[in-house]
């Protein structure tokens, strides 16, 4: 690791096109997404409200994963909160960037608890009747990255679908 550049990722397919973004001044790249999920983060993370630059990459060529997305965010690193991305894709590799170079890459713990990111399917839930309530849920089992209601306790099952 060290000094690495941001756009090392691109730069590692020779002979093949690469799409080379500008370098970051500070930011982060969120590598190793699953192909396909970059959107759902980038909703995730409420950066479709936030004024920073964002470059998403779609499709990117990568030896371990055959396709994978990258998300370049520039914006001050202290002012996004990355906690719900662990449990969106636990394989996501954040490389947090400051004057052009990576300083750290960070391994994302599971959030403990997550507050309107995903929904309680419990029809008799609070949460269902009073829909003014916020969704909370913690995480009930750190192994197998269970997520209960903090409300009535219903699991969260992948099938149940998506974010809010
Ligand atoms: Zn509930």
Redesign the pocket.
Known sequence: MGKEEVNAASRKDNGRYTLNIGKIQEGFVLDHIKAGKAMKIYYSLGLDRLDCAVAIIKNAHSRAMGRKDILKVECDINSLNLDVLAFIDRNITVNVIKNNEIVEKKQLPLPKKMTNVIR?H?PR?I?SVERGLPQVFYLADEQKGTYR?Q??D?KYEESDGDQL
């Open positions: 309680c419990n839930c949460t209601c409300y009535c219903e």
